[in-house]
């Protein structure tokens, strides 16, 4: 099972025997944290509106996690206002680990 640091963080890759592989996760993120990477792998931006639909959370719950994860540098804000999109931050380790 390979593990990897980079930024504070442990990423670590887990395999099935009736699987190829699983998608990566790193530790110390939330489970909601996880869901918004796994998302922003295949669709590569995430709105708020799209983060409050896939974790089934208000606005200001989403406003907080997406808050959150741009401090930790996990995601990067795009854009302004209505044209506001976030994508995986290009220095977090997950980027890289696909």
Do not use: W
């Amino acid at each position: 099972m390979p593990i990897k640091e980079k930024g504070g963080f442990f990423c670590v890759e887990i395999y099935r025997p009736d699987t190829d592989r699983t998608p990566t996760e790193c530790v110390g993120l939330s489970e909601q944290e996880n869901l918004i990477l796994q998302f922003l792998k295949t669709q590569q931006k995430i709105t708020k509106t799209m983060v409050m639909n896939l974790l089934h959370v208000r606005e200001t719950r989403a406003k907080e996690i997406i808050s959150k994860m741009i401090n930790r540098k996990i995601i990067t804000k795009i854009g302004n206002g209505k044209n506001t999109s976030y994508c995986i931050d290009s220095t977090y380790p997950y980027e890289t680990m696909h």
